[in-house]
């Protein structure tokens, strides 16, 4: 499934932060965060974001604050989180305006779903493409069948995914680890984030015309890689 915004995930704990924006972004969504209400609420102004995953205990500004004042400016759908259980904080958050909610711990597979049940309720979750073509490389998602430059080539199950997930995203830069979560189940991602490097030698191989100079799967020097976007860069 694709977005066209990304998911604001709130929350002050950073490990928690991490680890839903991990699921989410394995799941090819996009997201962006933030530590504290205040800047919640601006990141909601700048970037509009089809989803937002709010704590209830932030600094400075609370959930239910910014819940409702998001309210006040659009229905951007809420799924709120928290560490209480009294049912009294349940229906204050559900009276500002959330969407839905959860209790901490919870399970991140269960957010997930949560996510998309609120996408799919609210009509923004679109199916993911059939087809992705760029720069000569068409991918068949239906059919796992890859073409370049209208010859077929044969890529792993790794490398099929490897590709999908920059494809999908041209220009978006990827960090070794969010490829490993695009790539891997949560249990399975290997420590050892250097696999990345070399499952992208291998895909250019099979993808480029000279893999020592590549031009469709782009290094992004300290950060990532990238597949290079329709519009010619400036």
């Known amino acids: 499934m694709a977005l066209d915004a990304p998911i604001l995930v709130v929350d002050d704990d950073a490990k928690i932060v991490s680890l839903i924006c991990l699921y989410l972004e394995r799941e090819g969504y996009r997201t962006i965060s933030a530590a504290d209400g205040a800047t919640a609420l601006e990141l909601v102004v700048k970037h509009k974001p089809a989803l937002v995953v709010l704590d209830l205990l932030l600094p400075a500004v609370p959930g239910l604050e910014v819940c409702r004042r998001l309210r006040e400016r659009s229905d951007t759908p809420v799924l709120m989180l928290t560490a209480k259980v009294e049912e009294e904080e349940k229906l204050a958050g559900l009276a500002v305006g959330a969407d839905d909610y959860m209790t901490k711990p919870f399970s991140p597979r269960e957010l997930v779903a949560r996510v998309k ?15 992705l073509s760029l720069h000569g490389v068409e991918v068949d998602l239906d059919r796992h069948r890859v073409r370049v430059n209208g ?29 490993l979560a695009q790539v891997y189940s949560y249990d399975e991602m290997y420590v050892v984030d250097r696999t990345i490097d070399v499952h992208i030698g291998k895909l250019r191989q099979k993808v480029e015309g000279d893999p020592a100079r590549p031009e469709r799967i782009l290094t992004v020097r300290g950060v990532g890689y990238k597949f290079r976007e329709a519009v010619s860069e400036v």
């Open 117 to 131: 049940a609120i996408l799919r309720r609210t009509g923004q979750m679109s199916e993911r493409r059939p087809k």
């Open 151 to 179: 010859e077929e080539v044969y890529l792993t199950a790794f490398e099929f995914k490897l590709l999908v997930a920059l494809m999908e995203f041209p220009g978006r830069v990827f960090g070794r680890d969010q490829l």
